[in-house]
């Protein structure tokens, strides 16, 4: 019986990739969503997640890196223009968020069948909390989780272990949902958690089979229609 969502935020609940990829139009010659893909999936997930995981935050070294995957000679100016549009981004997300539209109605779902709603998130979770309760008149979250508070990186299934111990939850009664593989997925499944993988890009399933969700769904209003169906199981 489930009885507890652990909710992601950005890229499950809030677009900070439409700010980005506007923003980041024409830098390197490139549209900004081929260059924020390259960031995001070729950068951020597959060398960042796998090799240098204490550079999680470090932008600077993110655009090092992905001026070598592009092979061209490092540029400081270009790589301080991209960090600061980051930056910028970052600001937009707290003062005017845009909000997937298929995220309120099934916030609004899981709260009418009395599930117990966690935001699960990296840093930042307390203000990213009373944003969308600011936005939506709505107070969602009955625990709000992030790296700073628990003590590690979301990457880690000690993460979501300290989590359900904090929100009395069973690790067979709760589900995690979430757009990133590596940390929504992979250890909340090493921690026992079901899993659903919130993928809005029609991304290839990873190919590592631990961050392979137990189901997959293209948006939050089929993550809903999921769960009715295991509810009723």
């Given at each position: 019986m489930i009885t507890t969502v652990l909710m992601d935020y950005d890229g499950t609940l809030h677009d900070h990739d439409a700010v980005l990829t506007r923003s980041l139009d024409g830098i390197l010659g490139m549209r900004g969503e081929d260059l924020y893909h390259i960031y995001v999936f070729d950068i951020h997930r597959a060398l960042i997640h796998t090799r240098y995981l204490e550079r999680h935050?470090?932008?600077m070294f993110h655009c090092r890196l992905m001026f070598q995957h592009l092979g061209k000679p490092f540029d400081p100016e270009i790589a301080q223009l991209?960090?600061?549009?980051?930056?910028?981004?970052?600001?937009?997300?707290?003062?005017?968020?845009?909000?997937?539209?298929?995220?309120?109605?099934?916030?609004?779902?899981?709260?009418?069948w009395g599930l117990k709603i966690c935001l699960s998130t990296g840093?930042?979770?307390e203000e990213k909390a009373m944003t969308l309760e600011r936005e939506t008149g709505t107070k969602y979250f009955d625990h709000v989780f992030s790296e700073p508070a628990l003590g590690y990186l979301k990457t880690e299934p000690e993460y979501y272990q300290i989590?359900?111990?904090?929100?009395?939850?069973?690790?067979?009664?709760?589900?995690?949902?979430?757009?990133?593989?590596?940390?929504?997925?992979?250890?909340?499944?090493m921690a026992g958690i079901r899993t659903?993988?919130?993928?809005?890009?029609?991304?290839?399933?990873?190919?590592?089979?631990?961050?392979?969700?137990?189901y997959e769904v293209s948006n939050l209003t089929e993550a809903t229609h999921l769960l009715r169906r295991i509810l009723s199981d």
């Amino acid at each position: 019986m489930i009885t507890t969502v652990l909710m992601d935020y950005d890229g499950t609940l809030h677009d900070h990739d439409a700010v980005l990829t506007r923003s980041l139009d024409g830098i390197l010659g490139m549209r900004g969503e081929d260059l924020y893909h390259i960031y995001v999936f070729d950068i951020h997930r597959a060398l960042i997640h796998t090799r240098y995981l204490e550079r999680h935050d470090d932008t600077m070294f993110h655009c090092r890196l992905m001026f070598q995957h592009l092979g061209k000679p490092f540029d400081p100016e270009i790589a301080q223009l991209i960090c600061s549009k980051f930056n910028e981004a970052s600001e937009k997300a707290r003062s005017s968020p845009i909000y997937f539209k298929d995220a309120k109605p099934a916030l609004d779902i899981l709260k009418k069948w009395g599930l117990k709603i966690c935001l699960s998130t990296g840093r930042n979770a307390e203000e990213k909390a009373m944003t969308l309760e600011r936005e939506t008149g709505t107070k969602y979250f009955d625990h709000v989780f992030s790296e700073p508070a628990l003590g590690y990186l979301k990457t880690e299934p000690e993460y979501y272990q300290i989590a359900l111990e904090k929100a009395g939850a069973k690790a067979g009664g709760t589900v995690s949902i979430g757009d990133t593989p590596l940390s929504d997925i992979r250890p909340a499944k090493m921690a026992g958690i079901r899993t659903i993988w919130i993928n809005r890009r029609g991304e290839p399933e990873p190919d590592a089979e631990d961050q392979r969700a137990d189901y997959e769904v293209s948006n939050l209003t089929e993550a809903t229609h999921l769960l009715r169906r295991i509810l009723s199981d």
